[in-house]
Nanobody, 119 residues
């Protein structure tokens, strides 16, 4: 069984930075890891993903050039460095893990961490 625990959320002014962490228990070294976010009244959207070797990353257009996803397999942790934050980035951010070739909905999810960006 895999459990994911996010941390690092909070309140930040526009233009600021935050780094989210997702600590995984269980064997997730070979899993693709991702970050999603859900703003109030909206659907959960993809933000970024990283393969288990860390050699392939993907980003939503809205965060390209501002967010960086990384992972440390020795620590079973994935990170999301968020720079140049905008009020539109305000959302609950969720960490997810999925086996290669599987869908995110069939994987594991954390409980989420709130990120609020003030203007």
């Amino acid at each position: 069984q895999v459990q994911l625990v996010e941390s690092g959320g909070g309140l930040v002014q526009a233009g600021g930075s935050l780094r989210l962490s997702c600590a995984a228990s269980g064997r997730t070294v070979t899993y693709t890891m991702g970050w999603f976010r859900q703003a109030p009244g909206k659907e959960r959207d993809f933000v970024a993903s990283i393969t288990w070797r860390g050699d392939n990353t993907g980003y939503a257009d809205s965060v390209k050039g501002r967010f960086i996803i990384s992972r440390d397999n020795a620590k079973n942790t994935v990170y999301l460095q968020m720079n140049s934050l905008k009020p539109g980035d305000t959302a609950v951010y969720y960490c997810a893990a999925a086996q290669a070739g599987s869908t995110w909905s069939g994987g594991y999810w954390g409980q989420g961490t709130q990120v609020t960006v003030s203007s």
